[in-house]
């Protein structure tokens, strides 16, 4: 069964420094999202993308956040200067289409920013 | 704008024996989706079951219910014969269909995190 993966499992980084989260959404997937959840929290919507450009996005995704989709299968998530507040567990999802009813999750990115 | 309650943070439940999760929604919307999902130890989030609101018919998928009560914006998950791997996290999210102000992301509650005893 075709699943969303994402890379690295855990990530550990210094604050100020900048950290890219990948993930490899289902391949027939249009839709690409980014949720993040702090420790004890609830999951909250960062961002959505769909043709190569940013469709939604939410308070939390300010400038230090960006997404990209450099080639045909990679999403990517970039924090370009970390802050203690960014340690949260990152999910990618991916949405077959308008017509497709679930999102699919990859299975997390830890990040720790000491 | 939308949001999604989970009045009930934890909840406990004798192994095979049946167990309630309350979920209630508000939105001025008349065509969503809702969704259930499992968030065991290892955060990975597992889709449990998912509702269409313009069906009436309440979704089953195995050991696991909903009752939809779209009238009452109300979305509860039922266990049946609950089992020890069935401990974990569950969260109900509600997800607009595609229009201009959405594009298809998940609202979600603050979770319910349910206890199975053996």
């Not at chain 1, 993040?36 to 940013?54: A, C, P, T």
């Not at chain 1, 990209?68 to 289409?97: H, Q, V, W």
């Not at chain 2, 065509?31 to 509702?51: G, N």
Request: aromatic share 14%.
């Amino acid at each position: 069964e075709p699943e969303v993966t994402q890379t690295p499992s855990h990530q550990v980084t210094q604050m100020g420094q900048e950290v890219i989260l990948r993930c490899v959404p289902i391949s027939n997937h249009l839709y690409f999202y980014w949720y993040r959840q702090i420790l004890g929290q609830k999951v909250e919507f960062l961002v959505s993308f769909y043709n190569n450009e940013i469709s939604e996005k939410s308070e939390i995704f300010d400038d230090q956040f960006s997404v990209e989709r450099p080639d045909g299968s990679n999403f990517t998530l970039k924090i370009r200067s970390t802050k203690l507040e960014d340690s949260a567990m990152y999910f990618c999802a991916s949405l077959g289409g308008r017509r497709g009813d679930t999102q699919y999750f990859g299975p997390g990115t830890r990040l720790t920013v000491l | 704008a939308q949001t999604v309650t989970q009045s009930q943070p934890e909840m406990s439940v004798q192994e095979a024996e049946t167990v309630t999760l309350s979920c209630t929604y508000d939105t001025s919307e008349s065509d969503y989706y809702l969704f259930w999902y499992k968030q065991p130890p290892s955060r990975q989030m597992i889709l449990v079951i998912r509702q269409e609101a313009y069906k009436q018919q309440n979704a089953t998928e195995n050991r696991f219910s909903v009752n939809f009560q779209k009238a009452a914006k109300s979305f509860s998950l039922k266990i049946s014969d609950s089992q020890l791997g069935d401990a974990a996290m569950y969260f109900c999210a509600y997800r607009s269909f595609f229009n201009g102000g959405s594009q298809g992301n998940l609202i979600f509650g603050k979770g319910t995190k349910l206890s199975v005893k053996p």
